[in-house]
C-alpha cells in the first residue's frame, strides 16, 4: 500500500527556502516604502511651493497664505501638515511646516513679526521612541530663495537656511 505526502524533511527544506527568501525580499520592500513616502512629501512640498508663489502674485507677500482650502488638516496657528496627508501627530511619518523665513513663526500665524516676504517649507522626519520612524529616509527643504535639499541628519533643516554638509539636492 503506497502512501501519499510530504516527508517532515521536505516540509523543513521549503520553509527554509521560503525564509531566505522572505529575507531577501523585505529589506527592498521597506526600502521601495520609504522612496514611495519621500515621493509624497516632496510632492506635497512642490505643490505648496506653487501655491505660495500664487499667493504672493495676487497679494504681493506670502504673509497669511492659508493652504487649508487643499489641505484641511493644515494647522494655521502653528503651520503644520502631518505626512501621509489624513495621518495624525502620532501616526505621521513626516511634519511639513511653512515658514517666514525672518521670523521662524508659521506663515499663517498672523502675528506681526511674519513679514511674509520669504518662506521656508521644512519636512521632517517623525520621530519614534528614542529614533526616527524612517531613519534611513531624508529631511527636506525647500525655500523661496532656491534652496533645495535633503539630508540624513536629523534637526538640522529647522535653522531653515541650509542642509548641512552631508546633503542631497533635489
Given at each position: 500500500?503506497?502512501k501519499?505526502?510530504?516527508?517532515?524533511?521536505?516540509?523543513?527544506?521549503?520553509?527554509m527556502?521560503?525564509?531566505?527568501?522572505?529575507?531577501?525580499?523585505?529589506?527592498?520592500y521597506?526600502?521601495y516604502?520609504?522612496?514611495k513616502?519621500?515621493?509624497?512629501?516632496?510632492h506635497t512640498?512642490?505643490?505648496?511651493?506653487?501655491?505660495?508663489?500664487k499667493?504672493?502674485?495676487?497679494?504681493?507677500?506670502?504673509?497669511?497664505?492659508d493652504?487649508?482650502?487643499?489641505?484641511?488638516?493644515?494647522?494655521?496657528?502653528?503651520?503644520l501638515?502631518?505626512?501621509?496627508?489624513?495621518?495624525?501627530?502620532?501616526?505621521?511619518?513626516?511634519?511639513?511646516?511653512?515658514?517666514?523665513v525672518?521670523?521662524?513663526?508659521?506663515?499663517?500665524?498672523?502675528?506681526?513679526?511674519?513679514?511674509?516676504?520669504?518662506?521656508?517649507?521644512?519636512?521632517?522626519?517623525?520621530?519614534?521612541?528614542?529614533?526616527?520612524?524612517?531613519?534611513?529616509?531624508y529631511d527636506?527643504?525647500?525655500?523661496?530663495?532656491?534652496?533645495?535639499?535633503?539630508?540624513?541628519?536629523a534637526?538640522?533643516?529647522?535653522g531653515?537656511?541650509?542642509?548641512?554638509?552631508?546633503?542631497?539636492?533635489?
Amino acid at each position: 500500500m503506497k502512501k501519499n505526502g510530504f516527508t517532515l524533511i521536505e516540509l523543513m527544506i521549503t520553509l527554509m527556502v521560503m525564509a531566505i527568501i522572505a529575507a531577501i525580499a523585505y529589506p527592498s520592500y521597506t526600502s521601495y516604502i520609504e522612496k514611495k513616502d519621500l515621493a509624497v512629501a516632496k510632492h506635497t512640498a512642490l505643490q505648496l511651493a506653487a501655491e505660495l508663489e500664487k499667493f504672493k502674485n495676487k497679494n504681493f507677500s506670502y504673509k497669511g497664505f492659508d493652504p487649508t482650502y487643499l489641505y484641511s488638516r493644515y494647522n494655521k496657528s502653528t503651520g503644520l501638515l502631518y505626512l501621509p496627508i489624513d495621518s495624525t501627530a502620532t501616526t505621521a511619518l513626516f511634519q511639513l511646516s511653512i515658514k517666514d523665513v525672518s521670523s521662524g513663526l508659521a506663515i499663517s500665524s498672523g502675528n506681526t513679526a511674519v513679514t511674509g516676504q520669504n518662506w521656508a517649507i521644512t519636512v521632517e522626519r517623525m520621530p519614534l521612541t528614542g529614533d526616527l520612524k524612517q531613519p534611513k529616509n531624508y529631511d527636506l527643504l525647500l525655500t523661496s530663495t532656491g534652496i533645495k535639499c535633503m539630508t540624513r541628519t536629523a534637526n538640522i533643516v529647522k535653522g531653515l537656511t541650509s542642509c548641512g554638509d552631508n546633503h542631497a539636492d533635489w
